[in-house]
């Protein structure tokens, strides 16, 4: 079919096959684009660190040599920080936000059409990384100086993949906001905005405060690295410890910018199936916010043993503590909204509980990490390790699970197949702790993290971990089943796939008699 282009450059047609997605406007089609990029890459990110744990199944070098080892935690953690969770959460975003505010699209169309191109632009020059001289080994995806001041061709290509996944990253942000504050329908007004709407307009704001610093960061690595300057090297007067810093007031608002649309998914998720309303709306949103602006005053919880001073190693030991107390509002006020509620547990509400569940114990050991002596004593353990998989697999991970459960009827028509569903939940929930919670004693033993080899006591746990790795990565090989089956052959699905007879069986429930004001109303149980 013909397309047309009028004066104001909105596209009128429908253009079919590989040019419909090139050109995409529409936020439903770039919506699609993020996930099937972010789900692309997961499995990438995932293939890398089947490698690691391989190499880690037993004591002794095995497999790699050590710099393709450290090549391949350094390309684990970047492509599944910024090639998976983040572009997920974005096409939830574009899928989600105009519809559930009234708005015909997002602001900017063909804005949104190039932050999306950006990225396999960026994940092309992170993977081709490996293959340079050198690799992408140089001080893991946290790219420490000295180490990536004295790497090879692959950490300039790194520097440059963050430059425009940064990029990208902030015309999302812009986008979203514009949206938000521009596009609502009559009549909503910001504490009328769905929960998951909320969470991105705050997780943009975060966006457009800390990407930029990440880009000044590795621009000022980049000229040490080839224009003599010395922001990070002591020998010329520069100090490695100033990347942490600036590192690190990047990083930790970024853990927040991929949990907080977790907690807008999982306060979507809980009350359609507890069939109560979110319990302590305003409260919520008031704990969102709080969280995005305590995230920017704990960085340097990442460098309690670099020798700050105690003055400053309490500051951020007090200042950890206190961001527990909104996340905590936001943990009981979902447990509010389960108590007594009609509840079913069909695969979203499987895996928003299981969230809530796993999200609480890595919150836990991240209070425990808090405590500067302790941390001290875990730093680069693999006590970490297990802290942040907590949070962020059984977090973020878990929770675009129970968003792409919970929508893909409303996105495709079609019913995913439930029983299998629930198999890839249970599959998850068991190997995902089999694979993270023995990796809490390995840290307590004394584990290093990034090391290809280790002594024998350390062998029984690691063995494990490795089992549930691979376990829990052909556990996702299942999602994609139940999707593309649900694509190609499900049912389809009814207007309210939540609310009517495919879940609670309403059709077959006794009508309840009329009953007087006096009288006690007749309950029925679902």
Not at 90 to 100: E, I, K, L
Not at 102 to 117: E, T, V
Not at 479 to 489: H, N, Q
Request: glycine share 10%; net charge neutral.
């Amino acid at each position: 079919m013909a397309v047309v282009q009028d004066v104001h450059g909105h596209v009128h047609g429908h253009p079919t096959g590989i040019m419909r997605w090139i050109g995409a406007t529409n936020h439903k089609d770039i919506g699609t684009m993020y996930l099937c990029f972010s789900l692309t890459m997961l499995f990438i990110g995932g293939f890398l660190i089947m490698g690691v744990r391989a190499e880690l199944f037993m004591p002794g070098m095995q497999i790699f040599e050590p710099e393709v080892f450290n090549s391949f935690t350094t390309l684990h953690g970047l492509i599944m920080v910024f090639g998976a969770i983040m572009p997920a959460f974005v096409g939830f975003a574009n899928w989600q936000v105009p519809m559930m505010i009234g708005a015909p699209d997002m602001a900017f169309a063909r804005m949104n059409n190039w932050s999306f191109w950006l990225l396999p632009v960026a994940a092309s020059l992170l993977i081709g990384s490996f293959f340079v001289p050198g690799g992408a080994a140089a001080g893991g995806w946290t790219f420490y100086p000295p180490l990536s001041t004295q790497g090879g061709l692959g950490v300039d290509m790194m520097i440059f993949a963050i430059h425009i996944l940064g990029a990208s990253s902030i015309m999302g942000a812009i986008n979203i906001i514009t949206t938000i504050l521009n596009m609502r329908a009559p009549g909503m007004t910001l504490m009328k905005m769905p929960m998951f709407v909320w969470t991105w307009l705050i997780t943009a704001y975060l966006l457009v405060l800390v990407m930029p610093v990440l880009a000044g960061t590795v621009t000022m690595l980049l000229t040490d690295r080839h224009f003599g300057t010395s922001f990070f090297n002591a020998a010329g007067g520069g100090d490695p410890v100033l990347f942490q810093h600036v590192f690190w007031f990047f990083g930790h608002p970024e853990v927040y910018i991929m949990i907080l649309p977790s907690f807008g998914i999982v306060s979507e998720v809980i009350p359609t199936f507890a069939r109560k309303p979110l319990f302590g709306y305003s409260s919520m949103v008031y704990a969102t916010a709080s969280i995005a602006i305590l995230s920017c005053i704990v960085w340097a919880h990442h460098m309690f043993s670099v020798g700050m001073p105690a003055a400053g190693q309490l500051f951020f030991m007090y200042a950890t503590m206190l961001i527990a107390v909104p996340t905590g509002v936001k943990v009981f006020n979902w447990t509010a909204t389960m108590w007594r509620g009609s509840m079913t547990f069909e695969t979203p509400m499987l895996f928003a509980i299981g969230f809530i569940l796993l999200f609480v114990i890595g919150g836990f050991s991240g209070v425990v990490c808090a405590l500067v002596p302790v941390d001290i004593q875990v730093q680069d353990t693999y006590y970490v390790i297990a802290h942040f998989h907590y949070v962020l697999v059984s977090g973020s991970l878990f929770s675009l699970f129970a968003g792409a459960y919970y929508w893909l009827p409303k996105w495709s028509g079609r019913m995913y197949d439930e029983t299998l569903g629930k198999w890839h939940f249970w599959l998850s929930m068991v190997f995902f702790n089999l694979t993270f919670f023995v990796q809490h004693f390995l840290g307590l033993a004394g584990m290093p993290r990034r090391i290809p080899d280790y002594a024998l006591q350390f062998a029984d746990f690691n063995m494990i971990s490795s089992i549930g790795a691979f376990g829990f990565g052909l556990a996702q090989l299942l999602f994609v089943y139940i999707v593309i089956k649900c694509l190609r052959s499900g049912e389809k699905a009814p207007d309210m796939p939540w609310d009517g007879a495919k879940t609670l069986e309403w059709t077959h429930l006794p009508t309840p008699a009329p009953y007087h004001s006096f009288e006690t109303p007749p309950v029925v149980k679902f």
